[in-house]
């Protein structure tokens, strides 16, 4: 139980930074954003940066509501692949062995909440 809980909020977080960040970007003009971790910059990026974080908040409150669960599940999993693929496969630089730490450890509470994402679709309550 304490890892979906987890698992909800972490990416109720994710979700709520992301979109954050694109209405930022969006109100006050500042379209060269650039995050080199993610395959999109500029205008793209804002764009995919509000979509990405609707849709995050979007399957959550899906989830919480026992409704639609996989969607979850496969937001847990697509968050944990951009991370990999964004950190660690692409020209992001760490900033030396603390910041190496600090997204070890960011992509492990990603892939915690991914199990907790498992774990409220694989065990559901039973309907009454």
Known sequence: MIVKIYSYV???VLALFMTGLAALAF???M?????AMLPWSGMALSWWLL???LAGIATIAL????MLRVL???WTVVVVALMIRGFFFSPYTFGGWEGLRMILLLVAGAGLAAVGGWLQFRYAPARR
Do not use: Y
């Not at 379209?31 to 995050?35: G, Y």
């Not at 989830?63 to 026992?66: C, D, F, P, T």
């Open 31 to 35: 379209h060269n954003l650039q995050l």
């Open 72 to 74: 979850f599940l496969v």
């Open 27 to 29: 109100s006050t003009g």
């Open 51 to 53: 979509g990405l974080g």
């Open 10 to 12: 972490f990416h109720l």
């Open 63 to 66: 989830a919480v509501r026992g």
